[in-house]
């Protein structure tokens, strides 16, 4: 990503801000509207731009939250707890009380993504802070003389550590923000990067829709760097008595962050004291694949007992270990505590569970 794309967003971020505060409501309904036109031709002309093709980091993709999950992940509108931090920042001003939150899931091959944040309500907006991280376990070290391994071992660690703001400007539109620091460790290389997320929800005057769009991942490029890439050569073999073994370095190509766009909806379709029932859709604009369409439904008694589904990555052609069927449930176990269970269908590599634990205080 271009220093002048995010000076680009920066920019767009303070004039919505200075503008949503000076409007009045009278005047925010149209102003929303004039932003969802805008935020429509934000894929063409950010994310057409950029290389198809691979990204780096790519667990950030991975999405947190049990519930989010079993939603189909169409969450962005819908986002109203701790996970907003990932979603959608602005969804952090739909939170009742402070709230913490932990996610767990077993991932494929030994490997592990675990994810915690918390959210902090204060006078004027919401803080949060988040912490998601890959753990690729311990692998034998092999080379081309020694194919059953050195006897060293090397670990593969992905993280993302971040800090949020989010205000509600009016009584129905709400934005908020993520400046973040990512970071890739494979053996002795690293690679890290500052990585920016912009989000914001908006009440509709239809009184059960809620719009929500998030931009996240706006950052540099990240290239590894350290040791490993350390190498002796022969500049030329074919000459005896010259420096066989000059001191170089390989060179490693620098890569994107995933950016993705998102723009849903959240409708509820029944809401009564003792059942609810919502739908939700995300559009889906990825810079390093196809477009696609996630969808997903909740089902809720008396506020205690939540059974959730959905469908991911409509569209998408080449689904190559994403799946499709997402399902879960949740139990609020009392006015502070609630957990959460989700089913992930993922193709030829077969299914993930993921684990889910939120607490209010």
């Not at 939603?71 to 996970?83: F, K, L, P, R, T």
């Not at 066989?244 to 009564?272: C, M, Q």
């Not at 799946?323 to 609630?338: A, D, I, M, P």
Request: aromatic letters at 14%.
């Amino acid at each position: 990503m271009s220093k002048e794309s995010i000076d680009i967003i920066l920019e767009f971020w303070k004039v919505l801000q200075r503008w949503a505060i000076s409007s009045s409501s009278k005047h925010c309904s149209r102003f929303v509207y004039v932003l969802l036109g805008l935020m429509c031709m934000i894929p063409n002309y950010l994310l057409l731009a950029q290389n198809q093709g691979t990204t780096a980091l790519s667990f950030i993709e991975v999405p947190a939250g049990a519930r989010s999950i079993a939603m189909g992940e169409a969450y962005v509108a819908v986002v109203d707890d701790h996970s907003a931090l990932y979603w959608n920042p602005a969804g952090m001003t739909h939170i009742s009380s402070n709230q913490a939150g932990f996610q767990y899931t077993e991932w494929f091959v030994d490997t592990q993504l675990s994810y915690a944040s918390a959210v902090i309500g204060l006078d004027k907006g919401f803080i949060g802070a988040h912490l998601y991280l890959f753990d690729g376990g311990l692998m034998d070290v092999t080379t081309l003389y020694y194919p059953e391994g050195t006897g060293e071992q090397f670990s593969v660690q992905d993280i993302s550590l971040g800090l949020s703001y989010a205000r509600a400007l009016t009584d129905k539109f709400s934005m908020g923000g993520t400046l973040k620091l990512v970071q890739s460790r494979i053996w002795r290389m690293r690679a890290s990067s500052l990585a920016l997320d912009l989000g914001f929800q908006y009440q509709t005057p239809l009184e059960r829709l809620k719009l929500g769009f998030s931009i996240t991942n706006f950052g540099s490029e990240m290239r590894l760097d350290g040791d490993n890439t350390f190498v002796r050569i022969d500049q030329d073999p074919q000459t005896a008595g010259d420096n066989d073994g000059i001191p170089a370095n390989l060179y490693i190509k620098s890569w994107d962050l995933p950016l993705i766009f998102r723009i849903g909806f959240d409708y509820h379709v029944i809401e009564t004291l003792d059942h609810s029932v919502r739908i939700a859709t995300d559009a889906v604009y990825p810079n390093n694949n196809s477009n696609y369409v996630n969808m997903g439904m909740e089902y809720g008694y008396r506020d205690m007992v939540f059974i959730r589904s959905g469908y991911a990555h409509l569209f998408l052609t080449d689904n190559y270990g994403q799946g499709h069927f997402r399902t879960g449930v949740g139990l609020q176990l009392s006015n502070k505590l609630q957990f959460d269970f989700s089913y992930s269908e993922r193709g030829d590599l077969g299914s993930v569970n993921t684990l889910g634990l939120s607490v209010n205080f």
